[in-house]
């Protein structure tokens, strides 16, 4: 695979960046992490940007994300407002600790590191470094993989903040854990932020992560998160992307599951400039269960790609993979599922589906479903459609005199509504079942409210 | 109510309909019997707006309109009700979800509020009963995972919140067994009032031993062929269609 | 193509056969040969052109399609372990020794060539072929001889070799070669275009139906040669064509390159159906030897309501690096892709096609059945694009793999791009094994495990196997249980 840069502007750029200012991003890290550091600048330096003839990024062309004179800052920036005079959670049911990201730094200074019933700790990850190294390192930049991927060292080299949650083992947080990412600013800003969940065998956590952009400038976003889950440990992990349409998302994620885990991942994208999220599950333990699912809804010129990476590494683990996607006006996307099954990873049972719908003749659409398979006794299929909405099912809704455009509504919603189910906590489901459908009507305004209604103004 | 003037429609280009001339007044149910690819699922669907069909030639006024100039939805609202032979599966779209929407729009339509959610409920509970229509299965996706039956109960059931001027049931009959056209036969019958029309399309005499047309029709090769009282679908099925096709070649 | 053997033998016979032997066509041909000396260069280019007695434009061709070969880099995106290939190693040209140049009469074949061909199944002598086959058999550079060119020629059918076809039609040539495979399209399309030595011309004319399958057998003989062929038919207006095309290769230590081309052009309501059964040499059970088959297949269905179907039959070579596709130009035009690709022992295969709607309604069907066994890799990998104005198009995929033991791999590698609302794609893939319940239900009613494997296999190969032409398909059925030997144990 070619990762030649030809234009490499911006790339050295980012390299003077970092050592000019090598001193304030090194200054309150630990060692071990600035060894890392070290490691990470030199990958990017290596690698640097993905272009489109690395057929993982076939479709999408990051590097032109980055030519825009981004600001970037290297410590968190003064930006003060109550948070509840932004959020409330109006979600009747969803009763959720929040914890706020704004442009990638933990928002709540006073309170770096929260404790959770039974010894959990949630918050600033920049703190948890300091405080608990010995975990921090164990798991730190262990599961991202800087050695193939360009933009998860450039992220890894100016490592500062993020989010942290540690769930001790045995310990169940009942509550959803919901994190709000702002991006607010008068300027354009580039934001890299680092999160790292920690779930210790036999626990279990639940987290609800809301992207949003508060104000109306550009914003990008280059994003690692790292989740180890221990044996027999149950995780849910759903994303809302609804960022407004000048707001540039790539956006990594590294499962690392042990045995017996079990992992629910549901990405939502209902707005957002461009979006490009990574997925990548490690099934490392016999017994895993790894569900990865995902609904985008695009318009005007957004574009969205996801790429989705599933390394059935031992025997006997489940995975399923269901994407789906309605793309209007000029939208564009494309979905990119792997699963590999290794050679010994016997009775893999791995399955994956795409299905688009394609409203408008500059929608388009490009879909990769992919399996690599080096054992012989598995069960794993995949498929892909892109179609229309069904005539027959309109035809029928109109003879019962449903209007046409009440019936396009009604059945677009029932297609997203596969991955909607798909969600675990009840309220949330409601909450996202809700946001879709005002997201179809046209009613979800790309404005800079927070959807999730969590938000007053 | 119903005026169906020389309708000749075709499907790509081939003719299925050549020529069909029919009457209904309000209160009176039809019969429209022949065998199978004689155009009488054509008939249905032209009626209701499918636009797979093209009408090359004829005229149809239903209650004043031409027909032709309404949309499907728009002549749901106005009251024509189809009864699918094949009802369609709507995975992911609730039946609850699914009748409210159609009931508003036909109360849109005549100018009356929509239905609280509670009037709708009970609306829907007592047209349940009357079709003996399981209450599992109006918590389902539309016929998603029905059986055969159940669709046509299904349909039956739609046609009962909908309270349409002018049903017409497409083999309403096919693939039900003796209690389940009993029990759609029933619920046809206790929908029928003077203000409203239907026409009933089978291929089998047997339905029209529990709805009792006022006319029966035989439809063969996109023609009505021969019209007459309810004695004429007792004669079809003694002598069956071959009687008639001769007739025809004479 | 063991065509006329294979109507002779019963079905006990060819399962004695199938138990006993390998790779049976491994066997050399002791014929005097004329070789030009290894290596490629311009003066190489040139001089092919020269044996050949070539036009001007065909050497221009040549030449820029070298020039343009040059500044390229072998491909590395498909999934293939592909040792570094020295270009200067091989021979360009090699020709079997002939007592004149030209068309001949069945007595001027040297004998030995005869043979050669007889043992393969494939019949020079009209008289003794079986009827409505017409053969062009190609050895190494050369065509050795076209059956019965004469009676197609009554029906205005041009069927001769691509050399020929050069000297006598050199129009036809001028307009046709290169129009649906540039030598910019690939690496080796490029390399094709700068030396090929021979290869099948086939023209069909307006409203003509082909009677006689029309076929291409291609053999290597020498060593250290590559072979390059190029395949050109054309139907015209409402023409129709089945053409058949095999291979094979003598058992080698070192491996040898083929870099194919074949180009279709099907004009208005024009159908051409192209059927491969290939079996070049896959090497031995420890992966030493075999061919490297490079191909580029392409048809144009240039015309309204034109079909090109392709079904492939591939259970030979160490490396097959092959996608026939279809450009969908025509409205209503439709393209169809059967493929059963086998890999044992250590072959790789990456093949799948390419389906471009570009006209209004058009269809395509692709049907992919994957074996893998040993330890061999076999990855589908297909595009199907929908351009902006195919409105109403449709496509249909079904790949599926079979996995027999746990040292292999199979892979599936779909490309879908649709720009056009209205059109449907579906693609659908699975992978499993044979299932020990089979396998025992079959052992149970007294049949070996191997059979069964065997007739597991070409059940599940059926779909594909029943769209060859019907000699073919009981060949291509035999072929799959001959590469599957020993794959249990």
């Known amino acids: ?457 | 109510m119903l005026s169906i003037k020389n309708l000749h429609a075709n499907i790509e280009g081939k003719e299925i309909l050549k020529g069909i001339n029919l009457e209904v007044k309000e209160g009176e149910v039809h019969a429209i019997m022949g065998p199978n690819g004689s155009g009488k699922s054509t008939l249905a669907s032209v009626l209701a707006g499918r636009d797979m069909f093209t009408v090359t030639e004829g005229k149809v006024t239903y209650m004043g309109h031409n027909l032709f100039e309404l949309s499907p939805e728009e002549r749901a609202s106005e009251g024509i009700f189809l009864g699918f032979q094949y009802p369609i599966e709507i995975p992911g779209v609730s039946m609850v979800n699914f009748m409210k929407t159609a009931l508003n729009e036909q109360r849109k339509h005549k100018g009356l509020e929509p239905l609280s959610s509670s009037d709708f409920l009970k609306h829907m509970r007592e047209k349940k009963e009357l079709v003996e229509l399981d209450t599992n299965l109006t918590n389902r996706s539309v016929n998603e995972g029905f059986s055969g039956g159940e669709k046509k109960r299904n349909e039956i059931f739609q046609m009962a919140m909908l309270e349409p001027k002018l049903a017409i049931l497409d083999e309403t009959d096919s693939g039900l067994d003796i209690d389940a056209l009993r029990i759609v036969a029933n619920g046809v019958n206790k929908l029928k009032s003077p203000h409203n029309a239907s026409i009933v399309i089978t291929h089998y005499q047997r339905l029209l031993d529990y709805i009792i047309p006022d006319y029966v029709h035989v439809l063969y090769d996109g023609k009505i062929i021969r019209s007459g009282g309810k004695e004429l679908a007792f004669e079809l099925e003694e002598k069956g269609y071959d009687w008639l096709k001769k007739g025809i070649t004479v | 193509m063991q065509l006329r053997k294979v109507m002779e033998k019963d079905q006990d016979k060819i399962l004695h056969e199938v138990t006993q032997s390998e790779y049976k066509y491994g066997f050399v041909t002791d014929i005097e040969s004329e070789s030009i000396a290894k290596g490629l260069n311009e003066d190489v280019v040139r001089l092919i052109s020269q044996k050949k007695n070539e036009p001007e434009f065909m050497l221009e061709f040549r030449l820029k399609a070298f020039r343009y070969w040059q500044k390229m880099k072998m491909p590395e995106w498909a999934h293939l372990q592909i040792p570094e290939i020295n270009y200067q190693d091989i021979i360009y040209y090699s020709a079997p020794k002939q007592k004149a140049s030209g068309p001949k009469s069945l007595d001027e074949i040297d004998p030995e060539l005869k043979a050669t061909f007889d043992k393969l199944g494939i019949s020079l002598d009209e008289q003794k072929h079986l009827s409505g086959i017409a053969v062009d058999a190609v050895m190494d550079s050369i065509s050795v001889k076209t059956t019965f060119k004469e009676s197609l020629a009554d029906l205005g059918i041009i069927f001769c070799s691509f050399s020929e076809a050069v000297q006598e039609h050199p129009d036809l040539i001028k307009k046709y070669m290169g129009s649906v495979v540039p030598y910019t399209d690939n690496y080796f399309a490029a390399l094709n275009s700068a030396v090929f030595s021979d290869g099948s011309f086939c023209y069909i004319p307006k409203g003509v139906r082909c009677p006689m399958e029309l076929s291409t057998y291609f053999r290597i003989n020498a060593a250290n040669t590559g072979q390059f062929e190029r395949t050109l038919i054309v139907a015209e207006d409402d023409a129709y064509v089945s053409y058949l095309e095999g291979c094979t290769a003598p058992r080698r230590d070192e491996n040898q390159l083929h870099a194919a081309i074949v180009e279709i052009i099907a004009n208005n309501n024009a159908f051409v159906k192209y059927s491969t059964v290939q079996n070049w040499y896959p090497g031995d059970k420890n992966g030493l030897g075999g061919i490297y088959n490079f191909v580029t297949k392409r048809g144009k269905c240039a015309g309204e309501n034109s079909k090109i179907s392709w079904t492939q039959v591939e259970t030979g070579s160490a490396v097959t690096w092959k996608y026939p596709s279809c450009i969908l130009l025509g409205n209503n035009s439709v393209g169809e892709f059967y493929s059963v690709a086998v890999t044992n022992n250590h072959q790789q295969a990456d093949t799948g096609t390419k389906m471009i709607h570009i006209g209004k309604n058009t269809k395509s069907t692709i049907v992919s059945k994957g074996i893998s066994a040993g330890f061999s890799n076999n990855s589908y990998r297909g595009l199907v694009k929908v351009t902006k104005n195919a409105t109403n198009s449709r496509n249909y995929s079904q790949c599926d793999s079979l996995l027999l033991g746990d040292k292999c791999g199979a892979h599936t590698f779909p490309y879908i791009e649709v720009d056009n609302k209205d059109s449907i794609v579906e693609h659908e893939a699975t992978t499993s094994k044979i299932g020990e319940d089979q396998i025992f239900y079959c052992n149970q009613r007294g049949i070996k495990t191997e059979d069964a494997i065997g007739l597991i296999v070409n059940g599940y190969a059926k779909e594909v196997l029943n769209k060859l032409p019907m000699e073919f398909a009981v060949e291509a059925q035999k072929l799959l249980q001959i590469s599957l030997e020993g794959s249990v144990g």
């Not at chain 1, 960046?17 to 060894?35: A, G, M």
């Not at chain 1, 989740?227 to 707001?247: L, T």
């Not at chain 1, 790894?290 to 609904?295: D, F, I, M, Q």
């Not at chain 1, 005199?401 to 019936?407: C, L, S, T, Y």
């Open chain 1, 1 to 457: 695979m070619s990762t030649e840069i030809v234009n490499t502007d911006i790339k050295i750029k980012l390299l003077d960046l970092f050592q000019e200012n090598l001193s304030v991003i090194k200054n309150d890290s630990p060692d071990y992490i600035n060894k890392i550091r070290e490691k990470a600048i030199e990958l990017f330096s290596k690698l640097g940007f993905p272009d489109k003839k690395n057929e993982n990024y076939k479709y999408t062309d990051v590097k032109k994300e980055f030519d825009n004179g981004y600001k970037t800052y290297l410590s968190p920036k003064n930006i003060k407002f109550e948070i509840k005079d932004i959020f409330s959670c109006d979600v009747p049911d969803l009763n959720t600790k929040v914890i706020l990201l704004l442009n990638g730094w933990f928002y709540d200074r006073e309170n770096l590191l929260q404790e959770l019933p039974g010894g959990a700790i949630i918050g600033s990850l920049q703190k948890a470094m300091e405080v608990y190294p010995e975990l921090v390192e164990r798991h730190f930049a262990k599961y991202a993989d800087m050695e193939k991927e360009g933009l998860v060292a450039l992220n890894t080299a100016f490592v500062k903040d993020g989010i942290f949650l540690y769930v001790p083992k045995g310990v169940v947080i009942e509550k959803p854990i919901q994190v709000i990412n702002v991006l607010m600013d008068e300027e354009e800003g580039f934001t890299s932020h680092r999160n790292l969940y920690i779930l210790e065998e036999n626990s279990q956590a639940s987290v609800v992560v809301c992207d949003h952009t508060l104000s109306a400038v550009n914003f990008l976003t280059n994003s690692v998160a790292e989740f180890f889950v221990g044996q027999n440990a149950h995780f849910d992990y759903s994303r809302i992307q609804n960022e407004h349409n000048g707001s540039k998302q790539i956006s990594h994620l590294f499962f690392h599951q042990e045995k017996d885990s079990k992992v629910t991942n549901n990405t939502i994208s209902l707005h957002g400039g461009v979006i490009r999220n990574n997925i990548s599950v490690l099934l490392n333990g016999e017994g895993c269960e790894n569900n990865t699912y995902g609904l985008y809804l695009t318009d005007k010129g957004q574009h969205i790609d996801n790429y989705i990476f599933i390394d059935h590494a031992k025997p006997n683990c489940i995975s399923n993979q269901l994407f789906k996607g309605v793309l209007d006006d000029f939208a564009t996307g494309a979905f990119n599922g792997k699963i590999l099954v290794r050679k010994d990873a016997q009775k893999t049972q791995a399955y994956q589906a795409n299905n688009n719908i394609l409203l408008t003749d500059d929608a388009d659409i490009k879909t990769r479903p992919q399996l690599e398979i080096y054992a012989d006794d598995v069960k794993c299929s995949h498929g892909a459609t892109v179609g229309q909405l069904d005539e027959n099912a309109m035809f029928y809704m109109r003879a019962r005199g449903i209007p046409k455009k009440e019936a396009k509504l009604l059945l677009m919603y029932a297609f997203a509504h596969e991955v909607i189910q798909k969600i675990k906590v009840p309220a949330l489901k409601d909450r996202i079942n809700d946001l879709v459908e005002k997201r179809l009507r046209g009613e979800l305004s790309r404005c800079n409210s927070c959807q999730m209604h969590c938000c007053n103004t």
